[in-house]
C-alpha cells in the first residue's frame, strides 16, 4: 500500500496546478475567514448634520438636559461623517460615499420640549436614503430604526429617571434646586407623621375627622405611589429579555467560523482528491492491471482513504496555522485536532471513494465532488427554526448521511474548549467510513467495465 | 497453457461458446477474428481477470504475464517510476535490478527519466510489455499489442516480441490484422462471434481459405479470409 500512496504523492507532485490548488485554496480560505472574523464589523458611513443650536437643552420636569449627548450616542453606533449643509448632505448619499445622510432639525429639541406640554409637537429626525439597490436600502432601514429604537431608549430611560427621582421626593422628601434657588420638599412620609401626631391634640368632632381623612389620604398616596416607582423605571424598557438555553451550547463565533473552513478545506480537498485519484486509476488502465493479483480492490480503497487523509491532514493544519495569524488558537488541543482531521478526512475520503468508483471518469468525478460537496455544506450549516420542522427534518437527514455536518462538529468540539464531547461525531464518522467503504467497494465490481 | 471448453456470456449474448487452446513454451500463438469475436474476452479470462461460465484454464507452472490493449501504466510517471512501483508490488527482492533489467530488455535504458505521456504510442507499449514482464511470466498475454502503432513502431515491437519468445516465453495475442498474425504467429486461432473456426499454423489456413472459399483463392489473402468466414457464416 505504501507504493501505491508514494505513487499517488509522486503523481499529485507532477501536477503543478493540482498541487498548487491544494495548497492555495485553504491559503485562501484561510485568508478570508481570517480577515472576516478578526475585524469587528465595519461601522456604516453616515452623512451626519446637526442643526440643533449648541446650547439648546431638553427640558424634563423643569430639569435641563444637555442635547449634545443625542448626537454622541448615534456617532458612536456608526461612522459620522460632518457635513455643513443638507446639500452637501444629499450629494454624499447620491453619490454613495455614505450609507444614508441623519439630519437633526434646529426645532428637534424644541419639539421634544413640547411633549410636556398641552400642545405637543412631532419631533423628526430627518433620514436620507439612496435606494437604487434594494439590498442596500434594507441594510439602511434596519440601521436607521435601530438607530432611532436605541435614540428613543436612550431619552425614555433618561425621563424615567429623571421622573423616579421627583416621585422619589415627592414621598420621601428633600431639597429641589429651582431657578438657582434650593427648596425643602416635605414629602408625603413626613406629612403624614405630621398630621398623625396632630390627630389626637384635636376634640373629637367633625374637623378630627377630616383630619384623619387627609392623613389616610397621605399615606395611601405615600403607599401607592412607592408602588409606582419601579413601574416608571420599567416605563423605559417594560420587557426584558431572560435567555435560556435548553439544548446545545453554541461555540464562539470565530471558533464556529475556524471550523467551517476547516472542514469546507478538508471536504474538497479529500472528495476531490480521493474521487479523481481512483478514477484516475481507470483512465489510466491500471485498475485490471493492480487488481490482477498484486492489490485487493479493498487495500486499493484503503491506500485512496489513506491519501485523502494525510493529504487533507497536511492541508488543513497548514490552513490552522494560517488562522493562527488573525486568531490565537489553542494549540494544546492539537490531539484532538488530528483526532478531527483523522477521523472527518478518512468519512469524506470514503465518500470521495464512493463517488469516484460510481462516476468512473475523472472529469464527470470532479463534477459529481462539487455538485454533492458544495450543497450538502451548506445544508449543513442551516440552524433549526430557520425553515420549517418537515424540511429541517429533511436537511437533519441529508447532512448525516454525508460526513461533512459531523466532521464539522468533530472540528468545532476539538477547537472549542467549553463545548460538547468529540465523541458523539467520532463514533457517527466512524460509521460513515464503514458504510461509504462498503459502497465504494460494491461499486468497484463494475469499476473495470466500459 | 492448456484451456478446454471455455464458455462466457453476457447476458443473452454468447461471447464465447467452447473454445479450447493449447500454447507450448516459446509459442508465439495469434488470436484472429473481427471485431466482437471474442479475443479480448478469451485473453481476460486466460489472465484471470474474468472468470468463465463454462471450460477450465491450466498453466504448467510460473506466472501469467497480462499486457491489456490501452498501455495500463501511469503516465505522468517515468519510465523508471513505472517499472519500479509494479517491480515492487510484485515483491521483487530486489527491484532496482529488476527495473534496470526491464529497461535494457525494452531498450529504453537511456529514457528511463521521461515522463511517459511524452513517450510515443510504441516506446508506451514496450513499457506497458516490460511490465507485463516483471511477474517473470512463463505465458505471456498480449491484447492487440500494436493498435495505434506506425509500421516502424510495430516492427520493433515485434522483434520484442519475437525475442521473448526466442527465451522460451510463451506469447499468446489477439489481432484483427491478417497480416500481423500470418508474418508472426507461429500458430493462429480464428474466433468469430465467440466461436472457434480453426487451430493451426498460418499455412493450413491458408489451405483452408482455399478449400473453403475457392471463389476468392486468388484475391489477397486479407479478402480470402473475410470469404472464408462468411463461407463459414460470420
Known sequence: MRWLLLKDLQILRRSPLQALLLVAYPVLIAVLVGFAISRSPEKPRIAFLNEVPSDTRVSVGGQQLPAAGVSDRICSRVECVDVKDRAQARDEVESGEVLAAVILPSDLVDKINSLGTLTPGVPRVEVLVNEEDPVKAQLVNERISTLLAQANLAIARRIATEGGHYLNLLVNGGNLRVIGQTVNILGLRATAQILGALEPALPPGPLRASLREVTGFATQARDNLNIAGPLIDRIAQPIVVKKEAVSGSSPPLEIFAIAVAATLTLAFVTVLLVAGSLALEREENAFSRLTRGLVSPLALLGEKVLLGMVVGLVVTLVMLAGMQLFVPLQWSRIGLWLLAILAGGGALAAAGAALGAAAREVRAVSLLAFMVTLPVAFLSLIPSGAVGSGLYDLVRIVTAIFPFKPALEAMTAALDSAGPGIGGPLAHLAILIVAYGLLARFALRRFAAV | ?234
Open chain 2, 1 to 234: 497453457m492448456r484451456a478446454r471448453g471455455l464458455v462466457k456470456t453476457y447476458g443473452s449474448r454468447e461471447a464465447l461458446r467452447g473454445v479450447d487452446l493449447a500454447a507450448d513454451p516459446g509459442e508465439l500463438v495469434a488470436i484472429i477474428g473481427p471485431n466482437g469475436a471474442g479475443k479480448t474476452t478469451l485473453l481476460s479470462i486466460l489472465a484471470g481477470i474474468m472468470k468463465p461460465d463454462g471450460g477450465d484454464v491450466g498453466i504448467d507452472g510460473g506466472a501469467v504475464g497480462w499486457v491489456p490493449q490501452q498501455a495500463a501504466l501511469y503516465r505522468r510517471l517515468t519510465v523508471e517510476e513505472n517499472l519500479l512501483l509494479f517491480a515492487r508490488l510484485e515483491g521483487h527482492e530486489d527491484p532496482r535490478a529488476s527495473t534496470e533489467e526491464m529497461l535494457e530488455l525494452a531498450g529504453l535504458g537511456e529514457r528511463r527519466g521521461e515522463i511517459v505521456a511524452r513517450l510515443s504510442g510504441g516506446n508506451q507499449q514496450r513499457i506497458n510489455i516490460a511490465i507485463g514482464l516483471l511477474s517473470r511470466p512463463a505465458v505471456l498475454l498480449l491484447d492487440e499489442p500494436s493498435v495505434g502503432l506506425d509500421p516502424r513502431q510495430r516492427a520493433r515491437l515485434w522483434e520484442f516480441v519475437s525475442g521473448l519468445a526466442g527465451r522460451g516465453t510463451t506469447v499468446i495475442f489477439s489481432t484483427h490484422d491478417i497480416q500481423e498474425a500470418e508474418r508472426y504467429g507461429r500458430r493462429l486461432l480464428v474466433l468469430a462471434d465467440g466461436e472457434s473456426l480453426f487451430d493451426g499454423p498460418a499455412e493450413e489456413l491458408r489451405e483452408a481459405v482455399r478449400r473453403e472459399a475457392p471463389e476468392a483463392a486468388d484475391r489477397d489473402f486479407e479478402t480470402a479470409f473475410v470469404a472464408y468466414l462468411q463461407h463459414r457464416g460470420h
